[in-house]
Every structure is written in C-alpha cells, then in structure tokens.
C-alpha cells in the first residue's frame, strides 16, 4: 500500500464543494458516489448542472434522449451559449490577471471583460463572422485568446488555436482541414529573453490555408505581417467599437465551441470537434468537485493555447473563480519565475508538470524558501505520469499542507480520465482517483477489468465531454475508428493504467506510439515530414523514452550515401524540424543506424523501438520483415550519448 503524503483535516474535507455534493445526494463515502455517478449517468450529470448553476435559457425536459456509445444524446431541447456561463459575472473584481516573463502585470475586472469580449464581438461580426463560422488563433496565452475565444463562442462560431512556435507545417496541418473565415495571428512572441518573429509563418499559413477571408493582426515584437490579398486589420481596431456586455447565441447543448488536435501520428493531425454543454459540464465537475475551486480563488496552469490545459484552465471563469494567464518561459529570468509569480498574484491553484518541478529540483530550488506559498491549497501536475520521488519533493519543498493532483485525460475528452479527490488521502506516486461520471477501468489482454494490474485504459459508458465529431468525417468513420475499432461499444483510449486497490490510479504512459513531451502530444508523422525530405536522410524513427518525469524525443536516421552524422547535420535535422513543425518537436538524441524495421506489411514499428530503448522486450520479432534492425538501437543510441 502506498504511503499516505497528505490527508485533509476533517474541517477541510466538510468544507469542500465535493462534500457539500455528496451530503445532498445522501452519500458519505466517494466510491460509492462515483459508483451513482456511472450507474445513473442521467441523475449525476442534472445534479451537476444544478450544482454548477448553468445559464440557459431553455431547459432539457430530460438529461439524456438516446443512448449509444458513441452518439448519447444529452440534455435534448436544451439551449445556452458557453461564453455566457464563463462571463456571468459582471461585477468589479479581478477575472483575468495576465503575466509575461519580464513581470509586466494587467489585472481585468469581470466588468472590463465582458466589455472586451463585447466590442471583440462586434469586431469579428462586422468581419461576416456568424455561428458555425471557424475562428483559428495562432496566439500565446494572453488576454487576446481569452477574449477572442469568448467572443468567437459568444457569436456560436467555433475557436480553434495553436501556440505561436509551430512552424507553417504544423500550422497548415492543423488550420488548413478547417477553413477558418477569420485568422487571428502575432508577429511574434517573446519567450526566455529573445524575440521570435511568427510573421514569416503567418504569411506563409495565410498563402496555403483555404476560406480565409480576414486576417487580424497582434503586435507583439513589431515585425511586419505580409497578409498578401487577403484583408487585415489590427487587435486594436477589431475593439474599437461595441456594447459593454456581449449577446450571447443561444445555441443546442451539443453546438461546437472548441476544434482541437490529436497529434498526426499516422498522418495529418484529426480536428476533435467539442461541443458546448459536454464541455462545461465536464469541467464545472473536475474544477468544482474535483479541484475545489470556488469564487474568487486564483487558479493558474502553465501551459500554451495549443494544449488543451489552456481550455480547461480559461472554463475555471464558469466557476467564478480569476484566473493567470502566463506567457513566456517558466524558467525566465530563471526557474523560480513562476513560484514567485504565485506568490504576487496570490494563486491558490498552481498547475505545473513533471518536468517543472524536476527542472526546480534538480536546480536545488527549494520553493517555499523563495516565495511565500501560504496562497496555494492545490498543486496540479501533468504532461506525464509524477514519479514517487516528485511527491516527496513538493511535500518537502513547496509546502506539507496542499493537495498534490496529478491529473490525466487528454484532448479527446477535453478533461481527465483520473485526477484529485478533495476528500481523499494523496498516496505516493498516485492519482487520487478516477472522476465523477467517467466509467473508467483498465482491462487486459483478454478484455477483462483488472485491479492493481497494468492495462489498457477504457471508458465503458458514455459521458457528456466526448468529442460530438470530427470535422469532415460526415459519416463518423474516423471516429469510430479512433477510439472504438479495437473495442466496439468501449472507449479505449491509449494509455496503460493500474487501479489500486485503494482506489487509486497509476498512469504509465501511452500505450501507443503518440510522443509526450512536456505534456504536450505530438505525432511521429510530423517529424517525418519534416526531415525525409531533407537530401541526407533515405529513413527515420523516432520515439520517446522516459527521462526524469517527462518524455525525451529520440530520432534513429538512416543516412543517405556519401553522408554521416556529424554535427552540421545534427543541427541541420533539429533545425529543420524547429522550422517546420516546433521546438516541442526537436529530438533529445539523434543517432544514425543502418535500417529501420518494419512490419511485414511495411509498417515502421515504432512500438518495438520505442520497447528495445525503455529496456522491455519484444513479443513477437517474427512479425518483422527485418527483426535484427532492432539489434542495433541501443549501440547505435549509446554512441550518440
């Protein structure tokens, strides 16, 4: 049995919005609420949207229509606009305080936002944009993605972003399947004391990607944005006229809010459509119940507006709580920037990951000695899985009374599978429990659920956050296929998970070759796009290893004749992979072999590299049409060392 690291006092457990919950509906212990919450999915989720005080302006005579795995119909009838319940308040307190790295601090009132949004809103229309429209963003996380988002959702149009450091391939990839009518973009970005001019980029995305018709435009560095035949106009123009409060489209439960990306894997990346109920139901859940956060707390998630932690972080709005937006680097001026920051900004919900605080710990950094912490109650952390040792280190570290939540979920379900229990022990090297709603189980090999077993990670019933399409799959085929092809009627999400008998979660890792470095999921097919055209390389594989809490990018390159791996082409490959796709995307090790294996059918088998670095061994080599190019990897990876 895992040690127990922290327990919330009895005053504290009464105390939190999840016992208030579970007192109403008659329950005193979370397995059997979480047992009700799966077995009378229409009761929970009602009690949620009661709990969480949804704006709407016609209500559903019933939670759930048809059922069916996918394809639940939930809250039929219903109507309401997700920008409306994130800016219910109107009121003079703080909603928004942005940060970037030098410092500089803006503070936004309820009030001052909903204006924004309004005039933002105004903007955009006079631009054409009208609901079902898409709205593409390549934005740092910064008040205008927050504004924009909510005018965007406002109107019933439909946001979608990227971070700005993804080269034009990953931009094209990404945008170009959705033809947005509208392109909001920087020049550039500063991050770690340095300039990065986006310009280039955003010329390059606007040339390439279908239906846009208006480009606006974000000063940031003051490079110059070539938009070429297609209309511009600034940030501050778009807001120079409008209402003080938005109108807010009202809209069916399941109207899309959020398109979102899986990594490009096996080829471009699959825009996830999100709608707007499952949405904010799903997080008004893991951020009231889950996280505790109330009105008026400060909630923070270091993170970018091309992962979905940023669109879990700006809904904490909807349970009325302020939150930080952060742009630049954690580690600038250096790595004890943001514990500082949490201590000016006065945040009670500090959201990080693995290889944050393995950057704190391992720089000696001792964070309750550089600021005063006292604010924070909660500590959120994923990107991958938290090792036992970083459980010692926050506790001994950052402060002995906070609730540490290590959280997974994903972008396919705008939320988590498993995170923190406010009124539960944390156990080292744990998640505290699998959420409210989610019939989550880990099954063998043969399908069978298992307890304190590693398997595979499904979902046996439907919930509300589960993507409502794919954009252009008309038919849902590629749906079905993502997540139901290997077990119809199942969710199977892919990852590899043990349910402790305690009730608690064990995440190892992806079970299939997605890369997750800094929590951040890429695909494989991205790199090789980038680099297989590049004279020098005939082949490639690349995977990822777990280092030090995180997911380090490994490359294997077959060479062309004539060439070898030396140091120009080295920073030739990293460069060219920065340019075309982003610096998440740059390899920790590159290293040169003679062949790359193959399935019989001629597929790379990354999953049998991926196993031969991390150590594990391979079932199956006859199902490889050259099993001894696995004998070389470790050589060839030691010699890169």
């Known amino acids: 049995m895992a040690e127990i690291m922290w327990e919330p006092s009895p005053e504290r457990v009464g105390d939190t919005l999840l016992a208030r919950f579970m007192k109403r509906h008659g329950f005193k212990h979370y397995d059997d609420l979480r047992l009700w919450s799966i077995e009378n999915r229409s009761d929970f989720w009602q009690a949620v949207w009661e709990d969480g005080a949804v704006v709407a302006s016609v209500l559903s005579d019933q939670p759930i229509g048809s059922e069916a795995m996918p394809g639940t119909e939930w809250f039929p009838?219903?109507?309401?606009?997700?920008?409306?319940?994130?800016?219910?308040?109107?009121?003079?307190?703080?909603?928004?305080?942005?940060?970037?790295?030098?410092?500089?601090?803006?503070?936004?009132?309820?009030?001052?936002?909903?204006?924004?949004?309004?005039?933002?809103?105004?903007?955009?229309?006079?631009?054409?944009?009208?609901?079902?429209?898409?709205?593409?963003?390549?934005?740092?996380?910064?008040?205008?993605?927050?504004?924009?988002?909510?005018?965007?959702?406002?109107?019933?149009?439909?946001?979608?972003?990227?971070?700005?450091?993804?080269?034009?391939?990953?931009?094209?990839?990404?945008?170009?399947?959705?033809?947005?009518?509208?392109?909001?973009?920087?020049?550039?970005?500063?991050?770690?004391?340095?300039?990065?001019?986006?310009?280039?980029?955003?010329?390059?995305?606007?040339?390439?990607?279908?239906?846009?018709?208006?480009?606006?435009?974000?000063?940031?560095?003051?490079?110059?944005?070539?938009?070429?035949?297609?209309?511009?106009?600034?940030?501050?123009?778009?807001?120079?006229?409008?209402?003080?409060?938005?109108?807010?489209?009202?809209?069916?439960?399941?109207?899309?809010?959020?398109?979102?990306?899986?990594?490009?894997?096996?080829?471009?990346?699959?825009?996830?459509?999100?709608?707007?109920?499952?949405?904010?139901?799903?997080?008004?859940?893991?951020?009231?119940?889950?996280?505790?956060?109330?009105?008026?707390?400060?909630?923070?998630?270091?993170?970018?507006?091309?992962?979905?932690?940023w669109n879990w972080l700006v809904s904490a709005l909807a349970a009325e709580a302020s939150i930080v937006l952060y742009d630049g680097s954690p580690g600038h001026p250096d790595i004890a920037a943001l514990w500082r920051m949490a201590e000016a900004t006065g945040i009670t919900h500090f959201g990080t990951s693995p290889k944050f605080l393995a950057a704190s710990s391992n720089a000696g950094l001792i964070p309750r000695t550089e600021a005063d912490l006292s604010s924070i109650r909660w500590i959120g952390s994923t990107g991958a899985p938290l090792n036992p040792e970083q459980f010692d280190w926050v506790y001994e570290n950052v402060a002995a009374d906070v609730q540490l939540s290590s959280i997974s979920g994903g972008t396919d379900i705008v939320g988590c599978f498993a995170l923190g229990v406010p009124v539960l022990p944390v156990r080292r090297g744990e998640l505290q429990g699998r959420a409210l709603g989610m019939a989550v189980e880990s099954w063998d090999q043969s399908g069978s659920p298992r307890v304190g077993h590693k398997g595979e990670l499904v979902c046996t019933a439907p919930f509300p956050s589960m993507p409502v399409s794919f954009w252009q799959d008309p038919q849902g085929s590629r749906y079905r296929d993502a997540y139901f092809k290997d077990n119809p009627g199942v969710w199977t999400h892919g990852d590899f998970i043990e349910i402790r008998p305690q009730g608690g979660v064990i995440i190892y890792g992806r079970s299939d070759t997605t890369l997750n470095p800094g929590g951040v999921r890429i695909g494989t097919a991205e790199i090789y796009r980038a680099i297989e055209a590049m004279p020098e390389v005939e082949d490639s594989v690349v995977v990822g290893r777990d280092a030090d809490g995180d997911v380090e990018v490994i490359l294997f390159v077959v060479l062309t004749a004539g060439h070898e791996l030396d140091a120009d082409l080295e920073s030739a490959i990293r460069s060219r992979i920065r340019r075309d796709t982003s610096p998440r995307h740059v390899p920790g090790r590159i290293a040169a072999v003679s062949a790359v294996p193959y399935t019989l059918s001629g597929k790379k088998v990354e999953m049998a590299v991926r196993a031969v670095i991390n150590g594990e061994q391979i079932a199956n080599r006859d199902a490889l049409a050259n099993p001894e190019a696995l004998d070389g990897l470790m050589d060839a990876l030691t010699a890169a060392t």
């Not at 934005?139 to 439909?158: D, F, H, K, R, Y």
């Not at 974000?218 to 409060?245: K, M």
């Open 77 to 309: 009838g219903a109507r309401l606009n997700f920008a409306e319940n994130l800016l219910r308040r109107r009121d003079t307190d703080k909603a928004v305080i942005t940060v970037d790295e030098s410092e500089e601090r803006r503070d936004i009132t309820w009030a001052e936002l909903n204006g924004l949004v309004a005039r933002a809103q105004a903007g955009l229309q006079s631009l054409g944009v009208a609901s079902g429209d898409r709205i593409a963003a390549l934005v740092p996380n910064s008040l205008e993605a927050l504004v924009g988002m909510l005018a965007t959702t406002a109107i019933g149009a439909v946001w979608s972003s990227c971070s700005p450091d993804f080269g034009p391939l990953g931009v094209i990839d990404r945008f170009g399947q959705i033809e947005p009518k509208v392109l909001i973009a920087v020049d550039g970005y500063m991050y770690n004391g340095s300039k990065h001019v986006v310009a280039d980029t955003v010329a390059t995305a606007l040339a390439s990607i279908p239906g846009v018709e208006a480009a606006v435009t974000i000063n940031r560095i003051g490079a110059t944005i070539d938009t070429g035949t297609i209309p511009a106009v600034a940030w501050e123009t778009l807001l120079q006229e409008g209402p003080d409060t938005p109108e807010f489209a009202q809209l069916p439960f399941d109207h899309p809010i959020y398109i979102m990306y899986s990594s490009g894997t096996t080829g471009p990346p699959k825009s996830i459509v999100h709608g707007a109920g499952g949405t904010l139901l799903k997080h008004l859940t893991e951020h009231r119940l889950h996280s505790d956060i109330r009105r008026d707390d400060r909630v923070f998630w270091f993170t970018t507006c091309g992962w979905m932690m």
